[in-house]
């Protein structure tokens, strides 16, 4: 579902990611960690081209993000064409970024009315069923403002899938959240992932990466220094870097 081959980005003269390459099957989870400043939201950014990488290539779902390459040459796609590649990648932030001005329910349905062109009664009747997945049916006419923060995260991960995406990506969604609602929105991207939802996640939450991550990688310096399932990365890690981070945060 996505494949990474020595991806680079820079920022002027500062090289942010340094060659990441890695593969995400359909139906996994893959979830980094890793210091802050170590390149984790440029990468995600990068996946769905909000940012254009410097060298490498990236594939989603076996489409070459933001590129179309005949030959040995690339050329760079149109805006349009990114938009429609885009739609089919979930996004969710450490801020909720929900419209402050629309109810729950119009915050859902805005893009697969503008954006799909879905008819208004089937938008509301997928959002309704987005909602009672999420646990927030009942909040359907609310404003984001009289939500709680980890009922605010859980609308924009519904508002995310109802763009019926491919991919989720994830960048640190409970990080600005009280500890107690951190588990709310965690259980609710247990379940995404349950259903087969392929996930990219940048979380600190390491209990959710060990249970949930098929994969951990674990960045630093804008290069993945290891890889692997939760019980060798977390567990017995192979770089003393790894290690240093994992005594930080466990
Ligand atoms: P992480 O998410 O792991 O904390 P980031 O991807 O946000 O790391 O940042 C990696 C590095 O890139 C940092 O040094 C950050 O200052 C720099 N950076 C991120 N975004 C920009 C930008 N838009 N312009 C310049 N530098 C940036
Ligand atoms: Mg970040």
Known sequence: MVRAVDVHKRYGRDEVLKGISLEVAA???LCLIGPSGSGKSTFLRCINHLEKIDGGRLWVDGEL?????????LYELGEREVCRQRSAIGMVFQRFNLFPHMTVLENIIEAPLRVKG???AAAIQHAQALLQRVGLLAKAG???AHLSGGQQQRVAIARALAMRPRLMLFDEPTSALDPELVDEVLAVMRGLAEDGMTMVVVTHEMAFARDVGDTIAFMDGGVIVESGPPGQVLLRPRHERTRAFLSRVI
């Open 27 to 29: 139906g996994e989870v």
């Open 65 to 73: 993000m933001g590129y179309r390459a005949r030959g040995d040459c």
């Open 118 to 120: 879905e008819s208004r």
């Open 142 to 144: 609310a404003y984001p």
